[in-house]
């Protein structure tokens, strides 16, 4: 970590301004309570701010981030981020494709996709997140009861399959020397053709993977069940997509949303 710690420092003392993060909002994002660490760690280096999509023409963040919106975007929102991004402007996609929460996990439940309005314009540019849930054999815990001594509720960490977690990377600088990724409730993503874009698949799946297409039936007592390799018959399934390039618009040879100029 040496050299890290020194290129760090020698970037830090001789950058003449910190570059900006915008966070989009408007569309049921992460909550500030649940990204305090994250900003936390980013504003060492970074300014981080919020951001709304209208106002794109106005504040121009060197990197947009959007992370786990629950809510469509509308059209001319769409219109502003594919223009930033026509633009030269960088965006990082962390984004659910399923709605599905351990709480309800707990009971059992039916995990549906969400309509973000996106998809299209993803897949224009080189990706497309689908609408399912990926399952590991390399897996996070999850405390389960699993029985009662007395009046006290016995609890156990047992595997569940539906928090991979990934230690399969590509040799690009953006993952190099991560530890593994805990990722809950993912859904795979498969790259389409898109002229002058690069796709590096960033993050995979291990060689026990399966893939269950929504809607998807969670529920926690599949832990009762003994987990075998066998029963995990995908590999090295893609979970993170680089894309790099000249990109052509989502809005080439198409009509401008209505209140567009």
């Known amino acids: 970590g040496i050299e890290y710690e020194l290129a760090n420092a020698l970037k830090q003392i001789t950058q003449d ?4 993060i915008g966070l989009v909002t408007g569309h ?3 909550d500030s309570l649940e ?3 994250f900003r936390r760690l980013l504003t060492a280096d970074y ?3 919020k951001v709304i999509l209208d106002d794109l023409a106005e504040v121009q963040p060197d990197v947009l981030m959007v992370i786990q919106p629950k809510e469509a975007y509308s059209p001319i929102e ?5 223009q930033y ?3 030269g402007g960088k965006g990082i996609f962390l984004v659910d494709k399923v709605a599905v929460n351990m709480d309800s996990a707990a009971i059992g439940t039916f995990s549906f996709p969400y309509d973000l309005n996106i998809d299209d314009m993803l897949f224009r540019y080189g990706v497309r997140i689908n609408n399912d849930l990926v399952q590991d054999f390399v897996s996070g815990a999850h405390p389960i009861i699993v029985g009662n001594s007395g009046d006290q509720p016995q609890i156990q960490l047992l595997q569940w399959p539906f928090f991979p977690v990934v230690n399969q990377y590509a040799n690009h600088v953006i993952v190099r020397n991560l530890d593994a990724t805990k990722a809950n409730f993912i859904s795979s993503i498969d790259t389409v053709k898109a002229e002058g874009v690069k796709k590096t698949i960033l993050l995979s799946s291990s060689v026990y993977s399966r893939v269950s297409t929504a809607p998807v039936y969670v529920d926690i007592n599949i832990l009762q069940e003994s987990l075998s390799p066998d029963k995990f018959d995908k590999q090295n399934v893609p979970l993170g ?11 080439k040879n198409r009509f401008l ?3 567009i100029n």
């Open 47 to 49: 300014q981080v701010e």
């Open 78 to 82: 769409k219109y502003h981020l594919d």
């Open 17 to 20: 301004r910190r570059p900006l």
């Open 257 to 259: 949303p209505k209140d």
């Open 241 to 251: 997509v680089l894309l790099e390039g000249e990109f052509t618009s989502f809005y």
């Open 28 to 30: 049921q994002e992460m």
């Open 35 to 37: 990204l305090v660490s």
């Open 85 to 87: 991004l026509m633009d």
